[in-house]
Structures are given as structure tokens and as C-alpha cells.
């Protein structure tokens, strides 16, 4: 294992075309995919963002905690026959390895010198991404039909990660700073800030909730 692993772990984003009308029978598939993957060491998590347009592909982020454990996931016979189960559902996919995770999104913390953890990292990228793709689905997305559904797809996610990366991930490093570098903080505010973070998620949720039919 090597310094890049051990810092950032392996994380494979695959991009699934799905036959047409297979959609329902796939996220099924998907649900036992990422249970069989859950179950190899070093597994962290893994995300399922279907297309924001018909014909598009299915988006799959899988995060493990070092490359070797990735790569013996990728190279298993369990997944290789879980590949062999779904020809009849998927028309193919694309495979591509991420060197780190987030990378540039969160500063070191100014008191260690250390980045944040990981999952909080992801949970403030859960936290910021959520609204955004819930309001390309609803405002977007009907604006983009008349679109081939690859060109569709690169303008809804270059408009996420941009939205993301620039005002929304700085907003909510500075917002969730004692959280994310709690050294020296004082512990009932550290604590305190998990109630806020769990509060935003139910207002983003109750806010969003009837915002697609």
C-alpha cells in the first residue's frame, strides 16, 4: 500500500447505459450490487445517481479505503458474476479510477496541518449536492430535452460540480468549521454542530419534498 492510498483510499466511478424499460429491474440489481460490495474488505460507501435525462447513463461512485482493496474488488469473481447477471439489464459501461476523494473542496486544518475526515467531507458534499441536483431534476432538466443525453448530462453535472466547488462548499466549510476542525473547539459546540447538520438535512428534504410530481 502506498502513501496515495493510505491518504485517499480507491474510488471508481462507473457510468451504466441501461436498457429501455429496465430501469426498475436495474435498481433492484444495484441494491444486491452494493451489498455484495459492502461485504469486501475496506468498503466506505458507494452512491447511485440515476440519469437527469432519458437515455443517460447511470452515475455509481464506489469508495474504498485503499486501492488494493479496490482492486480486489474489481478483479473478484463475486463481481464478476454480478456483471454476468445484468447483461440482460445494461447495454454497457464505462469504468474510471480517482486518485483522492474531494480533492481541493477542504483546506487542512490550520491547527494540525491534517485534512478533515473523509465522511465529513462527503457529508457536506451530501449536504450541498442534494438541493442542487433536486433542482436541476425539477427546473433544468425539461429546459435540456431537446438535447442529445450525453450533452445533457455534462451540462447538469459541469453545472453541479461548479455550483458545488465555488460558493456552496465554501459556505458550508465556513459554516461547519468547528465540526470539521475540532481541535481546540470547545466540545459542547462540536457537539452541538452534529444537531445542526442533522437539522439541515430535514429542512433541505421537507423544502424539496413536493418539488417533482
Known amino acids: 500500500m502506498d502513501r496515495t492510498d493510505a491518504q485517499h483510499g480507491g474510488t471508481e466511478v462507473i457510468v451504466t447505459q441501461i436498457k429501455p424499460g429496465s430501469e426498475a429491474a436495474y435498481r433492484a440489481f444495484a441494491d444486491r450490487f452494493i451489498k455484495a460490495q459492502a461485504a469486501f474488505p475496506g468498503y466506505l460507501g458507494s452512491f447511485?445517481?440515476?440519469?437527469?435525462?432519458?437515455?443517460a447513463g447511470w452515475t455509481t461512485?464506489?469508495?474504498?479505503?485503499?486501492?488494493?482493496?479496490?482492486?480486489?474488488?474489481?478483479?473478484?469473481p463475486e463481481r464478476a458474476g454480478l456483471i454476468?447477471?445484468?447483461?440482460?439489464l445494461v447495454l454497457g459501461f464505462q469504468a474510471q479510477r480517482i486518485d483522492a476523494s474531494f480533492p481541493g473542496w477542504v483546506p487542512a486544518d490550520p491547527?494540525?496541518?491534517?485534512?478533515?475526515?473523509?465522511?465529513?467531507?462527503?457529508?457536506?458534499?451530501?449536504?450541498?449536492?442534494?438541493?442542487?441536483?433536486m433542482?436541476?431534476?425539477?427546473?433544468?432538466?425539461?429546459l435540456l430535452r431537446s438535447l442529445h443525453p450525453a450533452l445533457a448530462t455534462f451540462v447538469g453535472n459541469g453545472l453541479s460540480v461548479a455550483l458545488t466547488t465555488w460558493p456552496l462548499m465554501p459556505l458550508a466549510i465556513r459554516a461547519f468549521r468547528p465540526w470539521l476542525f475540532p481541535e481546540?473547539?470547545?466540545?459542547?459546540?462540536?457537539?452541538?454542530?452534529?444537531?445542526?447538520?442533522?437539522g439541515c438535512y430535514a429542512i433541505e428534504i421537507a423544502a424539496l419534498w413536493?418539488?417533482?410530481?
Not at 433542482?135 to 425539461?142: C, S
Request: glycine residues 6%; positive net charge; aromatic residues 8%.
Open 48 to 55: 447511485i445517481q440515476p440519469p437527469i435525462t432519458a437515455g
Open 61 to 76: 461512485v464506489l469508495r474504498v479505503d485503499t486501492g488494493d482493496h479496490l482492486d480486489a474488488w474489481m478483479a473478484s
Open 84 to 88: 454476468r447477471e445484468s447483461e440482460d
Open 111 to 133: 491547527a494540525t496541518g491534517k485534512a478533515p475526515s473523509k465522511w465529513k467531507t462527503a457529508a457536506l458534499v451530501l449536504l450541498t449536492l442534494f438541493p442542487v441536483v
Open 135 to 142: 433542482l436541476e431534476l425539477r427546473f433544468l432538466n425539461p
Open 184 to 198: 481546540g473547539q470547545p466540545r459542547g459546540r462540536v457537539s452541538a454542530m452534529w444537531f445542526v447538520l442533522i
Open 210 to 213: 413536493r418539488l417533482l410530481p
